[in-house]
Every structure is written in structure tokens, then in C-alpha cells.
């Protein structure tokens, strides 16, 4: 992999939520990493910012150890991504990770050598440019989920022989805990050595169904280059408006400072896209509305707040010129 910044590594979605479950919010995240607020709704991010994402997860954590377990404990099975979620599905635990390695080739930046020999197995992580490795806590975090990948698979509360970090992991005490075995500094390169019987373990998640549709799926994109359209801009700024609603008004100097351009670049970019800032706020509003008043759990004058509003009237009016009745008229209509 070339060491250029265009290179754009996919972040996944569970990341974020994940995050948000171990107490930081993503946006303080990404503003304490000096990355613009689109870069959590980004599908794919610049290897730089990619890294730093990691490296900040663990400064506001306090300690990369901490941060990888933490992560892995918190990342909820149901948002693996479609490798991820083959290997889960595997048959058994030799399965999954062969099925990990395999894959893993199709999201870089790290690649896995599986070698098992006489009666441990070794994983050895290594990076797609060595010249740019990865942060430990990211380091960490992968090791750390092919032992749990291991652990949920079979329903088995598997420990690991040996972990090797080639940089310092943080306070291995935290990651001896979590990996059940010793855990070392300062290796040749990054390892997690496993006993060969419990490969053998077979997994209570296995699905062949599921394996059939991935499979072929997955072995297509191996040898196909993907190809990612960025987010439009109007796109970009409509999901910071959203956001920012409990906040304040959003206005076009606050997108624009996100979107790290000036306001006059961001209303040409947005006239050359046929649309303006006024007309994407109301888009925003109108889309959050409805999305709130399909859960009857929300009152009305908390919804006209969340999408912006002072007071109840100014909302009342916007939504009868977007849907022609009241938010109460409408919400009877879809609960009845």
C-alpha cells in the first residue's frame, strides 16, 4: 500500500457506537483530534486521520491498554462488518480466523499470517506499509478481537497463550487480565500466540446459511478494487446540521468551520450542487421531525426543540407547510 494520504481506510460504523458506549462522545473525539465533526460519518478516512482517531481514543481513555479493552468489550456483535461477521458465522474457531486473514487483505492497514505449529498457533499482525504502523491501541484492538472473536464464536471463555507487542502497550497488567496470559513489550513484531486445541472448538454462531450469501460476496471483492464516492457536499452539511439542532441554531459559518472551509467556498459548493444552506436546514428539520414523530414516546414541544425550534408555534407552522397538517394530526394518522 502506497504511503500517500489519499490512501482511505474504512472505519466501522460499531467503532462509534462502541465509543459512545465506553463514555466518550465521537464528537469530542474528533475535535480533540483536530478532525473536522464529518469524519464520524465518513465511510472511509485518509490513513493520517484514520491513525488519529486511535492515538486520541486512547489519550482521552488515559491509558492504550485500558482503551483496547474497553473497545473490544463494548463493540456490540451485531455491527461487524460483513468480514467480520463471516468469521463470526464460521464453523469453528480455525475457520474464523483463516476466514479473518483471508479478508482482511480487502481492509487495510494491517494483514494477519496465521502459522500453526505443533501446539500453538501464532497470529502475527503486520502492517500493509511498514513504514507507517499503526498506534499500539489499534495494535492491541485487533489482537484483542481475534481472541474475542474466538470467545463469543464458541461460547468459551478461551485465554491466550502469549501476546507480543513490538511498542510499549500501556499497562500490561490490564491487558494480562484480558488476554489470561502473559503479555510482552518491546517484541520483534506484534503477535497473539493461541493453544491449537481450541481452534478446533466449534462455534455455537456458525450459520451456513448466512456463510453462502457472504462467501461469494466477500471472495468477488478480493479481486475487485473498491470504489468509494465521497459524500456530497450538501450531504456532508445536511448531516451536520442535524447534529448541531440541540446546540443552537446551525448556521452556515458553523458547517463551514466542520467542514474546514471557508463560508464563501461552501456556498459555492453548494450553489454548483443546486441546493443552499437555507434549503438544506429545512430539509434537515423536516426529516428529523418525522423521524422523531414516529416514536409516540416523544412529546411534541421536546421535538420542536430537537430539530431547532424555540417554541412550539414557529415549529407548528414549518411542519403544515412541509406536510399540510398539524405533527399531532400527522402522527395519528401513521399510529392508527
Known amino acids: 500500500m502506497p504511503s500517500s494520504g489519499s490512501d482511505r481506510i474504512k472505519m466501522p460504523p460499531g467503532f462509534w457506537t462502541g465509543l459512545q458506549k465506553t463514555g466518550i462522545r465521537p464528537s469530542d473525539l474528533t475535535r480533540a483530534a483536530g478532525l473536522p465533526l464529518t469524519a464520524i460519518a465518513d465511510s472511509a478516512l485518509p490513513l493520517g486521520q484514520y491513525f488519529a482517531i486511535w492515538r486520541t481514543y486512547a489519550e482521552l481513555t488515559g491509558d492504550a491498554a485500558e482503551a483496547v479493552v474497553r473497545m473490544v468489550g463494548a463493540f456490540d456483535t451485531a455491527q461487524y462488518p460483513p468480514m467480520a461477521l463471516a468469521a463470526y458465522h464460521a464453523r469453528d474457531y480455525r475457520d474464523a480466523?483463516?476466514?479473518?486473514?483471508r479478508y482482511k487483505r480487502m481492509c487495510p492497514p494491517e494483514l494477519l499470517a496465521i502459522e500453526e505449529k505443533g501446539a500453538f498457533c501464532t497470529i502475527e499482525l503486520n502492517w500493509a506499509a511498514p513504514e507507517e504502523a499503526g498506534p499500539p491501541v489499534l495494535t492491541g484492538t485487533t489482537l484483542a478481537f481475534l481472541l474475542e472473536l474466538g470467545r463469543r464464536g464458541t461460547g468459551k471463555d478461551i485465554t491466550a497463550q502469549l501476546v507480543e507487542f513490538v511498542l510499549k502497550p500501556g499497562d500490561r497488567a490490564v491487558l494480562e487480565r484480558y488476554f489470561g496470559c502473559a503479555v510482552q513489550g518491546g517484541a520483534s513484531s506484534d503477535r497473539l500466540t493461541l493453544r491449537r486445541e481450541h481452534l478446533d472448538l466449534p462455534?455455537?454462531?456458525?450459520?451456513?446459511?448466512?456463510l453462502a450469501l457472504l462467501t461469494p460476496v466477500l471472495d468477488r471483492s478480493l479481486n475487485e478494487a473498491p470504489i468509494s464516492a465521497p459524500s456530497s457536499t450538501a450531504d456532508k452539511t445536511k448531516w451536520i446540521i442535524k447534529r448541531s439542532f440541540t446546540a443552537g441554531r446551525p448556521d452556515m459559518r458553523h458547517a463551514a468551520r466542520e467542514l474546514g472551509m471557508s463560508e464563501r467556498t461552501l456556498?459555492?459548493?453548494?450553489?454548483a450542487e443546486s441546493t443552499g444552506f437555507n434549503q438544506l436546514?429545512?430539509?434537515a428539520r423536516r426529516e428529523q421531525a418525522l423521524e422523531y414523530l414516529a416514536d409516540p414516546?416523544?412529546?411534541?414541544?421536546?421535538?420542536?426543540?430537537?430539530?431547532g425550534y424555540e417554541d412550539e408555534t414557529s415549529f407548528y407552522r414549518a411542519f403544515r407547510s412541509w406536510e399540510g397538517d398539524t405533527p399531532a394530526n400527522w402522527r395519528a394518522g401513521r399510529q392508527g
Open 97 to 101: 480466523l483463516q476466514r479473518m486473514a
Open 203 to 210: 462455534f455455537v454462531s456458525y450459520n451456513e446459511e448466512l
Open 267 to 271: 456556498q459555492r459548493r453548494l450553489s
Open 281 to 283: 436546514l429545512n430539509e
Open 297 to 307: 414516546a416523544l412529546d411534541i414541544r421536546d421535538i420542536a426543540f430537537l430539530v
